[in-house]
């Protein structure tokens, strides 16, 4: 680091840009510079690089020859772009068997588990936007790659917590596993719109937020069954498309308080149920749940308002549920009031600076089963809260134990009782 002190401004840029006389190329990446005010201002120095050399996008050089050779010279990969004939086709990881770069070698097999490993970490060094894309030269098929397991009709609540036939490493943000929420359903307007989220609890049943589909008939709507990644065009493991043919609001729904603020989408045929295709199980009628291991997904925004932006791959986040009389007093503290009074249909999780956020509306809340701890049980619809992931500000759940009756009934007599429901 060096502080160039009392020089002016025009001087400065001189040196930054031109070099000095004595020292021609400037060999280091930051200067201080102080003027004679006692102002400071720290700046980037751009290297230059000889004649013999190629500058990467990063600034630094690396010797001619070694671009475009196939390998990735510059640590950012940029030796490797715009490489005349040798376009890039990209392709997605898994359909891939050789990349045109040859150090883009992002999948491997697990000796643990019979999933391929895909570390995105070796970000890829071609245009490719999708890190689960890459350059490729041969595409294929992987032999490797195994049919899905049929699920029986009566099993819910199974987590992958590796995913299915793929893990991913090298998630930053709280990304989820592709399977690893085999219930969760992204709602769409029939023109590609992105609603919200949803549970599969049947192969022909969604629940989610009745605000979210208030102002929508059953023929607007699409439900991705087995979504993760909602801007693949070539997904890993296919997801379903389903048209929605119904939709069935909670009879005390209230659109003004969002008080039993649960619908059912009734689907025009039945999802195939697979690893990445299964109900979620549904807890008995008024059943507790405190526990710190609960879990809220979604692609709602990262931020609240018009600066938040919402997600392409699945996220989770950790987070306790928490006793309503806990909650409504936590509540009394934020904007809501000190008169604010939490309906018994609602329930609350997180308050420690993570939680569902916009976008995630109609998204279940789920926690272990404490009869099988293996399998989750869905307690919670995403239905608000004040700001997003605020410490202090519990989020707020439409109860699924308080609904759960009607849910289950409703099911019954629709499609009959002789299939088992979580």
């Keep these: ?117 895909i570390d995105i970490n070796l970000q890829s060094i071609s245009p490719c936007n999708d890190p689960l894309s890459t350059c490729c030269k041969t595409e294929c098929r ?10 029986p009709s009566n099993q819910c609540g199974t987590r992958n917590f590796a995913g299915v036939q793929f893990t991913v490493v090298g998630f930053q943000d709280n ?56 801007n ?21 729904f209230d659109p003004r308080t969002l008080k039993y603020n649960v619908a059912l ?15 979620v199980c549904l807890p008995d009628p008024g059943q507790v749940f405190h526990m710190s291991s609960c879990v809220v997904n979604g692609w709602g925004k990262d931020v609240f308002g018009e600066n938040g932006r919402y997600q392409r791959i699945m996220k989770k986040v950790t987070l306790p549920a928490i006793k309503n009389s806990e909650c409504q007093k936590m509540l009394r503290k934020t904007r809501l009031g000190r008169n604010y009074n939490l309906h018994n249909s609602f329930n609350c999780a997180g308050g420690r600076g993570h939680n569902a956020c916009e976008g995630d509306g109609g998204s279940p809340l789920v926690c272990p089963n404490p009869k099988s701890p293996h399998q989750y049980v869905q307690v919670g619809v995403v239905s608000g809260g004040v700001g997003c992931g605020i410490v202090g500000n519990p989020g707020i759940y439409a109860s699924v134990p308080q609904t759960v009756n009607w849910i289950t009934q409703t099911i019954h007599d629709k499609f009959g009782r002789d299939r088992v429901l979580g």
């Design 1 to 117: 680091m060096w502080t160039i002190q009392g020089i002016s401004a025009a001087a400065v840029v001189m040196i930054l840009i031109c070099g000095s006389e004595s020292n021609p190329q400037v060999n280091f990446p930051q200067v201080d510079v102080v003027f004679p005010d006692q102002s400071q201002v720290r700046h980037t120095v751009i290297r230059r690089c000889q004649n013999s050399q190629f500058r990467c996008n990063d600034g630094n050089c690396i010797r001619q020859r070694l671009r475009c050779d196939g390998e990735r010279n510059c640590a950012d990969g940029s030796d490797e772009l715009n490489c005349g004939s040798r376009q890039c086709n990209c392709v997605p990881l898994h359909l891939c068997c050789e990349p045109l770069l040859t150090s883009d070698r992002r999948i491997t097999t697990s000796d643990r588990t019979a999933n391929f490993i």
């Design 142 to 151: 992987r032999t490797g790659s195994r049919p899905l397991k049929p699920i």
């Design 175 to 230: 990304q989820s596993q592709i399977g690893e929420f085999p219930w969760m359903v992204a709602l769409f307007t029939q023109n590609g719109n992105y609603i919200g989220g949803g549970s599969l609890l049947h192969p022909r049943v969604i629940l989610t937020a009745a605000h979210k589909v208030k102002n929508f008939g059953g023929g607007h709507l699409v439900a991705r069954v087995g979504a993760w990644d909602l």
């Design 232 to 252: 693949a065009t070539t997904e890993v493991i296919p997801s379903q498309n389903i048209n929605v043919e119904n939709i069935l609001f909670h009879p005390s």
């Design 265 to 279: 989408l009734i689907l025009q045929r039945e999802a195939v149920l697979s690893e990445t295709a299964l109900p």
